[in-house]
């Protein structure tokens, strides 16, 4: 069995990255469609944005997408067809026949934007877990990951001009004395944000405000309007210290963190939050 791809460069080899996982093995890659056993990756424009089909008839298996991301989906609804060890990266795999059932399916998203959540400000996870995270979002066809990065528990973005957001509102002291900690560098941002967009994966950070910034009031009390020292809050819900509305420097600060966070995410939105942000304090401020 051959792997044609003419029109998509890239996908014979994540195919085969897969394949390998299964078998051991890897099949080869050729620019001639002949009449032998042959997996066809090509383009076809008719098709709606996102969309293909995957025809599995004898001798050949023929995916057409509408672009990358179509082609890109087909080969995930091919995977959930194999055995689920194509999926394992543990080992290389040890199947000596696959058998694919006939098909001919025809597919494309009913919404444009199919998106999840990850809250990392409360429970952190590494970069590998994240990664991992959207390989599995790649396998259900999603496409926009809203990345929660900063909360009153915790900020997980390194701003190189305001050092302190990571060295100190990065950690909070949970149960019996036990810190809590972890963030991401921006050179870790710019992986992942990669490893997604390879993925066919739009990331849309978000950065809390006005409300739900104690873990950057922690480290800048003079952020918030009593500029009383604190710490990022260790239990959940709605804190009623919250960014002052009435100094320039909560704005100043947001605008430079801004100008960093942009840059590493070319998608169209960054999420800035707006719930539950107490008024007491600016009542009395």
């Avoid at 994966?201 to 952020?223: D, K, M, Q």
Wanted: net charge negative; with cysteine.
């Amino acid at each position: 069995t051959e792997i044609v791809s003419p029109d998509f460069p890239g996908l014979a080899d994540y195919l085969n990255d897969h394949l390998e996982r299964l078998t051991g093995y890897r099949l080869p890659v050729t620019e001639h469609l002949r009449g032998v056993r042959q997996i066809v990756i090509s383009q076809k424009s008719e098709l709606p944005s996102e969309g293909y089909t995957l025809d599995v008839t004898i001798p050949q298996i023929r995916i057409e997408g509408r672009d990358y991301a179509g082609a890109f989906y087909a080969l995930q609804t091919l995977f959930q067809l194999l055995p689920a060890s194509v999926y394992d990266t543990a080992a290389p795999g040890r199947a000596e026949t696959v058998e694919i059932p006939g098909y001919l399916i025809e597919d494309s998203p009913r919404f444009p934007y199919r998106g999840v959540m990850l809250d990392v400000s409360r429970t952190y996870f590494d970069k590998e877990t994240v990664i991992a995270y959207i390989d599995w979002m790649a396998r259900h066809k999603l496409n926009r990951l809203h990345w929660h990065l900063t909360d009153d528990q915790g900020w997980r973005i390194e701003i190189k001009k305001y050092p302190k957001l990571t060295e100190v509102g990065s950690k909070r002291i949970d149960g019996e004395g036990t810190e809590y900690s972890g963030f991401y560098t921006q050179d870790q941002i710019k992986e992942v944000v990669k490893y997604a967009a390879d993925r066919f994966i739009t990331i849309v950070p978000e950065i809390e405000l006005p409300g739900h910034e104690l873990a950057a009031i922690s480290a800048y009390p003079e952020l918030s309007c009593k500029g009383e020292p604190t710490t990022p809050r260790i239990i959940w819900g709605v804190e009623d210290i919250v960014l002052c509305a009435g100094k320039e420097k909560p704005f100043e600060l947001l605008q430079d963190v801004f100008d960093e966070v942009a840059p590493l995410f070319p998608g169209e939105y960054i999420h800035i939050g707006g719930d539950e942000a107490g008024k007491s304090a600016w009542k009395t401020c």
